[in-house]
């Protein structure tokens, strides 16, 4: 005898999945309405306010429009910002890589000595970058202690690393980069420890050498760290702000040294523009999300294709 | 999925509570904490003005005036006026501040204005006044700058003393070169590059303010701009030095503090630099004696640019306005606070009946000699950049005048070039 088929009913499955979404609704309720709260909110709240002309001493706030993006668009004094915001970038990225890989292949080793210095390497990351620019400043001005050396080494004029337009953006990058290598190398580290020796075995068993070895085993293997990094470094480089108030407050000189984030907070809290500065950080994060995307469609291509 | 509901409830109650946490905050208002009325007070901290001096001022004003409590603020730079637009944005302007500009907070009805009783006390009851209204309370006068110098690089150059016209300052800075000894000491780095401003600050006023007392005024009605030639001719004097090697570059990466120390130290003959260093070079002299001049003119008529004002100003949204101003009050004019603020800081106080310590060391004594000379000869001057209330500059200008300045003194800009740059970023600042 035939089972008459089952009346749809109640929906015990469906009851299921709305209950699972019940636990999944509560359990990620308080993460989603600090995101919403913290991140959300605050970004529409600046898109809504870049198309104002908002002035907190000069009411009333007006929409304009997109009258702010085009203004951005011929602002030298922004292009100089995105210039110099790009050039710490590039810097920040490549030289933060290349160094972090080099010296984590350096410190791959077993040993007390080796596992000191990684210590040591990563002790820039976690101070304040208030701190690493005080630092830097003291060693890097007129009467540092590098252009002292430098004198006592007999050079009369030592450059003017910071008081140079021409020095100071360089000074600014190195500085930043000496600052986030740590980071990089234990990335680097890591992934480096987890490239299995067999396949370096059978590389040098097969007649590579050294170098071979790293171009054809390790330096696949640890496309993921250079994924990390470089996403990490380009947000980095696109955010930086502290070094530039502390070490050069944008100068010497008219844009030398000043970055996006350094000029939305003079724009909007020394030149009371809220609207106009919220403009430019509409156009940072931008500009960052797709620097970001970019280098990961890119990068993990690369992953993919081991 | 009472348990769903439950969470999702604390939820919401705890971003409720984050997000009062968000706004509002510090001040409580009367009746709270058993009849007191708690004051966010912001400053702001310098070698000079450290943070023993603030708490032993704050202490004795609120002696003064009971039911009180004072939460201190400090500015996180010397910049407290840009400290005090970042407290505004979030809701948290300070209950008192001191020496912050007032442009933009008093147009924009958040300042409490003083009355002419309670500024009755002053010697310049009307300094800085906006729409006709004082809103910061103008306690002390700070020539900016005058030129103290070095007595023994003056010697050794064989300048017999301080120079009467400008060609003179010229002279004696080319003595001073010729014997190896760096001219001006000038600073503006870190985040002090208001540090670079004061050859020029010194420059308008001897040329353009002493012959036109309202040309700022003339330029923000429009009447004239930064190409003027007198305003050019100013700023090229300051290139002319610069171009001379009279002010040496590598001082653009000397914070402030770093370019006290440099002329401490023998860095350079002459240090142009608001009053307040006359307290320092009398508290800790250096190695060597110190003069002071006023920056000359070309005629060798004394003129001093100089600021009244620095006192205390009350928010509008503070939650008891008038002990506010009280308590603001007390503050300024207490005995013990002024002495304090002269001891600490060079202060010229501007309040009627005050007579600084008999203490107080050479250079202070010289330095308000020189100033009284110039009250009764006339030759007050605004200091540019430092002026507030009408007529001064549109907010933002003064930061990119000392980066203008700073490429100036490298040779990046000619006077023109410099001029240029103002007009166009008064032009930005106003849009």
Known sequence: ???????????????????????????????????????????????????????????????????????????????????????ITAVVTVAANLGGLLVALLLDRAGRLYRALRGVFFVPVILSAVVVSVIWQALLTDDGLINSMLRTLGVDHPPGWLSDPDLALWSLAWIITWQVLGFCVVVYLAALQGVPQELHEAAALDGADALQRFRHVTWPMIAPALTINTVMLLITGFKVYDQVQVITNGGPGEGTTSTVSFDIVHTAFTDDHIGYASAMATVMLVLVALASVAALRLLQRREVTL | MRKIALHGALTLVAAAVLAGCAVGGGATGPGAAGGRTTLTFLTFETPNLNASYWDAAIARASAKVPGVTIKKLVAPTVDRTAYAK???????????????????????????????????????????????????????????????????????????????????????????????????????????????????????????????????????????????????????????????????????????????????????????????????????????????????????????????????????????????????????EDKENLDASVKADGSIIAIKGYTPPSTMGPVYRATVDLYQQAVQRNGIVNAFTVESGDGSLPPGVVDKAALGMQDLINGKQTAEQFAAFLDRQWTQATQ
């Open chain 1, 1 to 87: 005898m035939r089972s008459a088929p089952k009346s749809p009913g109640p929906h015990p499955g469906r009851g299921r999945a709305v209950r699972g979404l019940g636990h999944f609704g509560a359990l990620a309720a308080p993460g989603l309405t600090l995101y919403v709260l913290f991140v959300l909110v605050p970004v529409s709240m600046t898109c809504y306010l870049s198309l104002t002309n908002q002035n907190p001493f000069n009411p009333p706030t007006r929409y304009v429009g997109t009258a702010n993006y085009t203004r951005l668009a011929h602002d030298p004094d922004f292009l100089h910002s995105l210039r110099n915001t790009a050039v």
């Open chain 2, 86 to 332: 970042q407290l505004d944005a979030s809701g948290q302007l300070p209950d008192i501040m001191i020496a912050v500009k007032p442009d933009g907070f008093a147009q924009a009805g958040k300042l409490a204005p003083w009355t002419a009783d309670e500024l009755a006390d002053y010697v310049v009851p009307k300094a800085n006044p906006i729409a006709g209204k004082e809103y910061v309370l103008p306690y002390n006068t700070q020539p900016t700058p005058l030129v103290y110098y070095n007595k023994a690089d003056f010697a050794r150059a064989g300048i017999s003393g301080p120079p009467s016209t400008y060609a003179q300052l010229v002279d004696d800075a080319k003595a001073l070169k010729a014997k190896g000894i760096n001219p001006f000491v000038v600073g503006g780095g870190g985040q002090d590059t208001w540090a670079d401003m004061y050859p020029l600050i010194a420059d308008v006023g001897t040329d353009v303010y002493a012959g036109h007392p309202s040309w700022l005024a003339d330029r923000s009605a429009g009447r004239t701009t930064f190409a003027d030639p007198l305003f050019v001719g100013a700023v090229r004097k300051v290139s002319a030095l610069a171009a001379a090697g009279y002010i040496d570059p590598a001082g653009l990466s000397r914070s402030y503090a770093d370019t006290e120390q440099a002329f401490r130290d023998d860095k350079g003959a002459m240090y142009p630099m608001g009053s307040w260093f006359a307290a320092s070079a009398d508290a800790k002299p250096p190695a060597f004696g110190v003069g002071v001049f006023a920056w000359p003119t070309d005629s060798g008529k004394l003129v001093v640019p100089a600021y009244t004002g620095g006192g205390l100003s009350v928010s509008s949204k503070a939650p008891d306005v008038a002990l506010a101003k009280k308590w603001a009050a007390a503050f300024m």
